[in-house]
């Protein structure tokens, strides 16, 4: 089993910042890729940021600039930094492990945490 446990959101004003965690514990073995999607009402699930399984971390174009993605491989966490936050970034964020098991890749999700952006 593997179990994924989010921390960090909030209510912030515009221009703001706040910083997300996630933890996985569990049966992670083998190739793997971790990030962030969130979800705004009415729309669909977007990836925030993340690493690629090429190890190369990618951003939503929305974000660049403002967010920072890291990870600790011993650890098995990520963060999301995020700053200068604007209303449109309000959305339940996800965090996201993704392994890679007899050749197809099996997600796994946090319970989402919500970052609501407003003054």
């Known amino acids: 089993q593997v179990q994924l446990v989010e921390s960090g959101g909030g209510l912030v004003q515009p221009g703001g910042s706040l910083r997300l965690s996630c933890a996985a514990s569990g049966s992670i073995f083998g190739r793997n890729t971790m990030g962030w999607y969130r979800q705004a009402p009415g729309k669909q699930r977007e990836l925030v940021a993340g690493v690629t399984s090429a190890g190369t971390t990618v951003y939503a174009d929305s974000v660049k600039g403002r967010f920072t993605f890291s990870r600790d491989n011993a650890k098995n966490t990520v963060t999301l930094q995020m700053n200068s936050l604007k209303p449109e970034d309000t959305a339940v964020y996800y965090c996201?492990?993704?392994?890679?098991?007899?050749?197809?890749?099996?997600?796994?999700w946090g319970q989402g945490t919500q970052v609501t952006v407003s003054s």
């Open positions: 996201n492990l993704r392994i890679l098991r007899i050749g197809r890749w099996d997600d796994y």
